[in-house]
């Protein structure tokens, strides 16, 4: 197994710990031809990226709840989940080569996924129990889209960095939510954002 140590699996099952392995393989591989990770950041791959999307499996309730994961990229955070939890996770990636990448890399885990192939703006998928998210854009951007997918009592993951209370701030002048905020065991500047009971706040003008 290349990259640094992977000490996130330290508290994990073996049945975990094997899928993230064989995840992470093939990840480096296809990375040769496509770009799913910085060649800067493939050395720290396991404390950078997987470690720190396993953060949110601690969240995800047990019982094959569904999940759908938004912009999925390489995988994170949406197949890392896959890999740890039961739910059902619907991983949306717009590049075709990277839905490529997740399908295949679904395959060799034997993690449960399904791959959505389109902008997250067209997506028709099924709406979820959770939506997850992680460095896609800022929160405001994010609730337009999550709350496409959110079933009326879900609630949204997000992994955010120092800039999460600025956007909390500004993402409150067009939404209501209950905000629960749970410190990154992997960055000292990050934080989880737990929201639910989201709706948007009405223009008094129509009113």
């Known amino acids: 197994m290349r990259g640094d140590n992977p000490a996130a699996l330290a508290d994990v099952s073996r049945e975990t710990r094997d899928r993230l392995e064989r995840y992470a393989g093939i990840l480096q591989r296809w ?7 910085s060649p800067h950041d493939l050395p720290h791959l396991w404390s950078r990226h997987i470690a720190d999307s396993l953060q949110l499996a601690d969240q995800i309730p047990a019982g094959g709840v569904t999940l759908v994961d938004m912009g ?22 717009s590049d075709q080569r990277k ?24 997506a028709r998928v099924p709406p ?11 929160l405001s951007r994010l609730l337009e889209w999550g709350t496409r997918f959110l079933q009326p009592d879900g609630f949204c993951l997000f992994l955010k960095g120092r800039n999460a209370e600025e956007e909390l701030t500004t ?10 905020r749970i410190p ?8 989880i954002l737990k929201l639910s009971d989201i709706r948007r706040v009405k223009d008094h003008n129509n009113e």
């Open 31 to 37: 990375n040769q031809r496509i770009n799913l990770v």
């Open 72 to 93: 999925s990229g390489g995988g994170f955070p949406g197949l890392v989940i896959a890999c740890a939890t039961d739910a059902h996770v619907t991983l949306i990636e």
């Open 99 to 122: 839905a490529a990448f997740l399908r295949e890399a679904a395959r060799v885990a034997g993690a449960r996924v399904t791959v959505c192939a389109q902008r997250l703006e067209v």
């Open 128 to 138: 979820a129990q959770v939506v997850t998210a992680r460095a896609l854009a800022p």
């Open 171 to 180: 993402a409150r002048a067009d939404w209501h939510m209950a905000t629960t």
């Open 184 to 191: 990154s065991r992997t960055n000292t500047d990050g934080v």
